[in-house]
């Protein structure tokens, strides 16, 4: 009765509801049904909806803090306490109650009908929720302590970093996707400039970050940290950006011995959950100890039910040793991904040459199977470097491209030949090799994926022969055990000169 007269107040109904319950008759089972699809259907099929919308989102969080849950237990249970909300007697089914007294903390509204009037009733519920749909929008954000607003040139956005950060990590958290691969301060494929501001440079390598380039205002981004607002330089990539970070764990399918010092792992999703990737990009397996070591993936993505790894024995390495005298079919991984920037381009129309250097051929082999896939027309030239023949652990498989893909050459590499290996083929560094078959590169792509000394030695030279600095797509593999990291004080970019 007091729902119908709230109802009333609105101007919609042309006659009071309150005379539909006077008469027997006037209310059949077709309306107790609505009343039950209102008090179940709908909030069943809202719950669905947000169920749905939960489960598509990337990691999400549905929980409040656990601070917030204890207090608000606490602060339920003390009010219960104090004012317990008591419903009606016992039933009674041979009377029949003329007053019911209403529990205010479930219906505390229908008192204020009577006491004000359902009209100002109205105006308060309206109010209160309008205040709430609109509170996300009021105040603007709020920063929070040791949070520094980060603006990225040419692009223009916007980003605030927590404390304790990085550039790269705050960018990525805000959909930005900056350019990186290692996240460690060993590649310098995150390099940027710091345009305005101050940041901690962090624990980096000092090939990856020359003094020079500091002093001109350069840093990585996967390293430096704020201490104040800043303004950077950087070029974002949109092609990485399809498909979400996610953390899964994998179980260990196959593993074959591909050489005396490599292992090719096959890893499996558990679950119903593929980890969709770009050809070329990487995944950080998680350690018991809390460190990562980072492998890229050696398959193309149309074979997404499964990953591929290439992990070359490294003396002294924690995972490498593990991989190789404990690990078994069956093991459970867990793995991060997928992550970095080194993908193939494929809008692009140029010639491409792929120049490995030992399990970098791990990354070029997923480029090339997708670009094979996916009939992509383009010459494609690969030169892999070895220092001895059984270092082509996987020979057979570009012999086999070359043979069957007329779009495709095969340029082995071999730079410490002996005379009991009877090797025929070419000789020396690997970029060497390129500078000598290419009088210009202005009209070419090359993708390096190997070591940082590979990467960089070809660097210079290839841009002396004409190739386009944004052209030169690298994947640097550096080793984890073998890392001399240097710390770097909190430098602040301000006076610094720019180019």
Same mark, same amino acid.
């Given at each position: ?9 609105? %101007?919609?109904?042309?006659? %009071? ?472 004080? %909190? ?9």
């Amino acid at each position: 009765m007091a729902t119908a007269e709230w109802l009333d107040a609105l %101007p919609i109904f042309s006659a %009071p509801l309150v005379r539909n319950f006077l008469e027997q008759g006037s209310v059949n089972d077709r309306f107790f049904s609505l009343l039950s699809f209102i008090h179940l259907g709908v909030p069943l099929g809202a719950f669905a909806i947000i169920w749905i919308h939960t489960q598509r989102v990337p990691q999400a969080k549905t929980s409040p803090p656990k601070i917030v849950t204890i207090w608000l237990i606490l602060s339920m249970v003390a009010l219960s306490l104090i004012q317990p909300a008591l419903s009606q007697g016992h039933a009674d089914l041979d009377s029949a109650p003329f007053v019911l007294n209403l529990d205010w903390f479930y219906l505390w509204s229908y008192p204020l009908l009577y006491s004000w009037s359902p009209a100002n009733v109205w105006i308060l519920i309206g109010g209160v929720t309008g205040f709430f749909l609109l509170l996300p929008f009021l105040g603007g954000a709020k920063r929070g302590k040791g949070e520094y607003e980060i603006t990225t040139t040419p692009a223009g956005h916007t980003v605030m970093a927590k404390n304790g950060e990085t550039i790269l990590e705050a960018s990525l958290r805000h959909g930005l996707n900056l350019p990186y691969v290692c996240r460690d301060g060993a590649c310098g494929a995150c390099k940027g400039k710091v345009l305005r501001g101050t940041v901690d440079y962090g624990i980096y390598q000092k090939s990856a970050l020359t003094d020079a380039e500091k002093e001109q205002g350069n840093a990585l981004f996967c390293c430096a940290k704020p201490l104040s607002d800043l303004q950077v330089e950087c070029h974002e990539v949109n092609e990485s950006g399809r498909f979400p970070v996610k953390i899964m764990k994998f179980c260990v399918q196959k593993m074959e011995r591909a050489a005396q010092d490599v292992m090719l792992l096959e890893l499996r999703p558990e679950g119903d959950e593929q980890m969709d990737f770009v050809a070329g990009q990487y995944i950080a397996v998680h350690l018991d100890d809390g460190t990562k070591r980072s492998y890229s993936i050696a398959n193309a993505p149309h074979e997404s039910d499964c990953l591929q790894l290439h992990v070359r024995l490294v003396k002294g390495g924690k995972f490498t040793g593990h991989v190789f005298n404990e690990m078994r079919v069956g093991d459970i991984l867990q793995a991060e991904g997928p992550l970095g920037t080194f993908f193939l381009h494929e809008e692009s129309d140029k010639p491409i040459i792929f120049m490995s250097g030992g399990c970098g051929f791990g990354s070029v082999k997923g480029m090339v199977e997708h670009a094979l896939k996916i009939g992509l027309n383009r010459p494609m030239t690969l030169y892999w470097g070895a220092r001895i023949p059984e270092d082509f652990y996987l020979a057979k498989l570009p012999e086999n491209w070359q043979r069957e893909h007329k779009n495709f050459k095969f340029i082995p590499v071999l730079s410490e030949p002996k005379p009991e290996h009877g090797w025929q083929g070419r000789t020396g560094l690997v970029h060497e090799a390129i500078l000598q078959d290419y009088q210009t590169l202005n009209n070419y792509q090359v993708y390096a994926c190997g070591s940082p000394e590979m990467v960089e030695a070809g660097r210079a030279p290839f841009m002396a022969k004409g190739l386009p600095e944004d052209q030169y797509f690298a994947d640097k593999i550096s080793v984890a055990c073998h890392i001399a990291p240097a710390m770097e004080a %909190p430098v602040s970019s301000e006076g610094a000169k720019h180019d």
